[in-house]
């Protein structure tokens, strides 16, 4: 089936840093590919819709000026996490679909913010 | 997307089926059932969809009720990599639309 990728797997970095996250479809074009947060023992929440060529649709609560997202292609999208506290930590999911059955996850990357 | 009720966790022997209920009472007759699982630190995992059919794949078996209201996943020899968090989905097909996940159900498989 399809892959998404998603790189780092994990990352730590100091609090007032930024940290971009990289999703990308290995083996199919996706005009939106989406992103996740997911808290401890939480489900996912949907953080924003990236769609390839324009601008991200963010869902209510979450800040765009503080999760950077560009979709400057159609087999990647970044997320970047900017001047990130501790708050931040959580694992970052992305997901993308060819459009017409399922939707296919990255393996998810934890944020740590020391 | 209509809106699925799941059980919190289930626990279930191992090599034993087991059976994972989700109600979706206001499905519409356009939307599909998806079922997911995330086993521990990692991202979802697509399991099986159906619209009205029962379906069956390498996986499990997904057994939707003829109203369409409720639906029963079925992993039939659980194994202990079975343990995940299993979320039932409504969704539209072809979807293009985000996946909006509700808690889902724990399933611990037991040696």
Known sequence: ?114 | DAKTTQPTSMDCAEGRAANLPCNHSTISGNEYVYWYRQIHSQGPQYIIHGLKNNETNEMASLIITEDRKSSTLILPHATLRDTAVYYCIVLWVPRDDKIIFGKGTRLHILP
């Open chain 1, 1 to 114: 089936g399809a892959v998404v990728s998603q790189h780092p797997s994990w990352v730590i970095c100091k609090s007032g840093t930024s940290v971009k996250i990289e999703c990308r479809s290995l083996d199919f074009q996706a005009t939106t590919m989406f992103w996740y947060r997911q808290f401890p023992k939480q489900s996912l929440m949907l953080m924003a819709t990236s769609n390839e060529g324009s601008k991200a649709t963010y869902e209510q609560g979450v800040e765009k000026d503080k999760f950077l997202i560009n979709h400057a292609s159609l087999t990647l999208s970044t997320l970047t996490v900017t001047s990130a506290h501790p708050e931040d930590s959580s694992f970052y999911i992305c997901s993308a679909s060819e459009g017409v059955d399922e939707a296919f996850f990255g393996q998810g990357t934890r944020l740590t913010v020391v």
